[in-house]
């Protein structure tokens, strides 16, 4: 594993970037295969038939429409008109108070284009929170590659203003993030704090394990002392159990934070824990382009990039 994390984990995570080894992996079909375990399916009407399922499981959602680094407009555009769509068809559950959310990713958005790309992401996401008002679905604001960081932090400073509950997402394993969570624990807001699933270099996260989960640690007491409503997304019975504990000590009603699991990993744990009366939301992607989140998928587990190979090489 400590091979894993030092050598093969950086390069699988970069090659999500390369568009040869993505436009190749999305002709094979086998491929899509080992995908559909952790991605609802290509279309909308999977999306609506996965909320349906965790609906009737007691679970809550959110529902990621795939994209990410965009550098042209009418693509930027067209995630606008899949969001749209997608809420329009969310309006139509009877869900309780709370549990339809839609993430998105202001790279999707065109946060990356060249001319402009702050205020068309910013246009597009409050184009997005309109509609989901609306339709009584929440948004919340996926976390990318430090890079990006500070950008997107104003715009959902900035949109916040207008729609208070928009949401977004802390990396704990960015050296910053413990500020951030200061500054989003005093205000009230809604945070998904993770642990981070881009390659970083050293100088901005944490490059161990043991310090990442320590600063995961850190900053969810932070939250959870605060005044807002943490979301605690992690599948790492440490962090699950850390939370449960702090909410305790911190004498948080139940409703008043929640855990948050992928679509497809420790779906089990998921079913306990909303059995046993927690908020759960689960995280479901869908659409075509699914390569950058299955690559990161396979880069958090060892034993996941085995059974891809395995079904390849079977395949
Ligand atoms: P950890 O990686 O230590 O895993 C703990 C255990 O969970 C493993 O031992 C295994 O059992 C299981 N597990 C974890 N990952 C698995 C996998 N891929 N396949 C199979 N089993 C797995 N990241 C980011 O950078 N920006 C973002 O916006 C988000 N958004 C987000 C939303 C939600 C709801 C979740 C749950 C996660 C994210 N992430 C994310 C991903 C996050 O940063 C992190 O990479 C993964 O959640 C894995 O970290 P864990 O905390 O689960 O622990």
């Known amino acids: 594993s400590a091979l894993f994390d030092s050598v093969l984990r ?5 090659a999500a970037g390369s568009q040869r080894i993505k436009q190749t992996s999305q002709r094979l079909p086998v491929t899509e295969r080992v ?17 349906a399922d965790a609906l009737g499981s007691g679970l809550s959602v959110t529902i990621d429409h795939l994209g990410e680094d965009t550098t042209d407009e009418t693509q930027a555009s067209a995630t606008v008109a899949a969001y749209l769509s997608l809420l329009q068809g969310m309006s139509q559950f009877e869900a309780p108070p709370g549990a339809l959310e839609v993430s998105l990713k202001l790279t999707a958005l065109g946060q990356c284009l060249p001319r402009h790309g702050r205020k068309i992401a910013e246009e597009n996401t409050h184009t997005i ?10 948004v919340t604001v996926d976390a990318e590659d430090h890079g990006t960081v500070d950008e997107r932090l104003d715009i959902v400073r900035t949109l916040r203003g207008e729609y208070p509950e928009l949401g977004t997402v802390l990396q704990a394993y960015l050296r910053r993030t413990e500020d951030d969570c200061q500054e989003f624990a005093a205000s009230g807001a809604r945070i998904r704090l993770c642990k981070g ?3 970083e270099p050293a100088s901005v996260a944490y490059p161990e394990r043991s310090l990442i989960d ?5 900053c969810l007491r932070i939250l959870m002392k605060g005044t807002g409503y943490p979301m605690v997304a992690s599948h790492d019975p440490t962090m699950i159990e850390a939370a449960e504990l702090m909410a ?3 004498g948080r009603e139940p409703h008043s934070w929640e855990h948050q699991m992928l679509y497809g990993i420790r779906a089990d744990e998921q079913q306990r824990l909303a059995t046993a009366g927690h908020a759960v939301r689960v995280y479901i992607p869908y659409g075509q382009e699914w390569y950058g989140y299955f690559v990161r998928r396979l880069a ?6 085995g059974f891809f190979l395995r079904a390849l090489v079977s395949g």
């Open 300 to 305: 958090e587990k060892p034993a996941n990039l």
């Open 214 to 218: 320590e600063a995961y640690l850190r």
């Open 248 to 250: 305790i000590e911190f």
């Open 35 to 51: 995908v559909d375990r952790f991605v609802a399916g290509e279309s909308e009407s999977d999306a609506l038939a996965a909320i």
């Open 197 to 199: 699933a881009y390659s």
């Open 129 to 138: 929170c309109g509609a989901a008002a609306a339709a009584g679905v929440l």
């Open 10 to 14: 950086p390069v699988i995570t970069r």
